[in-house]
């Protein structure tokens, strides 16, 4: 399987309303009123909604390429760059490790939920902490679990050069229009449901923008053969017939 961690890009949030806004009963000022979170918990939608995100997320369409199946490390909307670190440091308690094959972290902003790890500072840097745990959990879990591959991709272009400094490029998912090819904040301006749908207050990736990223991700995994297809109906112990 494959295992994303990230923050609300990951989670899917926003492609919910490519159906709402089809529908008679909703409308961009009826969204933003009542439903764009904080106002409402997006988890808290009809199931067919949580559905259509749930299918047409980046993470979904790279697991659907390689033909695994994957799970998202948080159940819920949002998330920190710390917090993810803390599950995956604990994966045995969410997980069967042995059945990971890869982990692809999305860097969320550095800032997120920073306050309780300050004691635990190295070089007074926000950005360059973060990456300097992030390096820890990464060799931590290669010890205990050295069959899992790791790639990331960020939302900050800060967090993707010092990911590239400290581990190297093959960690780290690359667009040519991303900002130092390395992150997808400026780039998102572009392809986010605001743009999409005039008025609407919402700026996470629009469908457009959760192909590319997909994209982007299998043309990473396949340039460093990091995995390959899932080889499930060429094996002899599990041909279908």
Not at 83 to 90: E, H, W
Not at 135 to 162: A, D, N, Q, R
Not at 186 to 201: D, F, H, M, V
Request: hydrophobic share 35%.
């Amino acid at each position: 399987m494959i295992l994303f961690s990230g923050d609300s890009f990951t989670w899917g949030q926003g492609l919910e309303w490519d159906v709402l806004l089809k529908s008679d009963n909703w409308d961009v000022d009826k969204i933003n009123n009542k439903l764009i979170p904080p106002k409402h918990a997006n988890e808290n939608l009809p199931l067919y909604l949580n559905e259509y995100r749930e299918k047409n997320r980046w993470a979904h369409k790279v697991a659907e390429h390689f033909d695994y199946g994957y799970d998202l490390l948080r159940c819920g909307n949002g998330g920190s760059n710390y917090d993810n670190y803390f599950q995956i440091k604990n994966l045995n308690h969410i997980v069967i490790p042995e059945n990971v094959n890869l982990i692809v972290h999305q860097f969320t902003h550095s800032g997120r939920g920073v306050t309780p790890h300050l004691d635990n500072s190295k070089s007074g840097d926000l950005f360059r902490d973060d990456l300097l745990k992030f390096k820890e959990v990464v060799y931590f879990t290669k010890k205990k679990y050295p069959w899992i591959k790791w790639i990331t991709l960020s939302w900050l272009h800060e967090t993707g050069v010092l990911c590239k400094e400290m581990l190297g490029d093959e960690y780290v998912v690359q667009h040519d229009d991303w900002d130092n090819k390395v992150g997808f904040e400026n780039w998102s301006e572009k392809y986010n449901q605001a743009a999409t749908y005039s008025g609407l207050r919402d700026y996470h990736l629009n469908q457009e923008g959760n192909d590319i990223l997909a994209e982007s991700v299998i043309n990473h995994i396949e340039k460093y053969n990091i995995i390959e297809k899932n080889n499930f109906y060429e094996s002899k112990s599990t041909k279908i017939i």
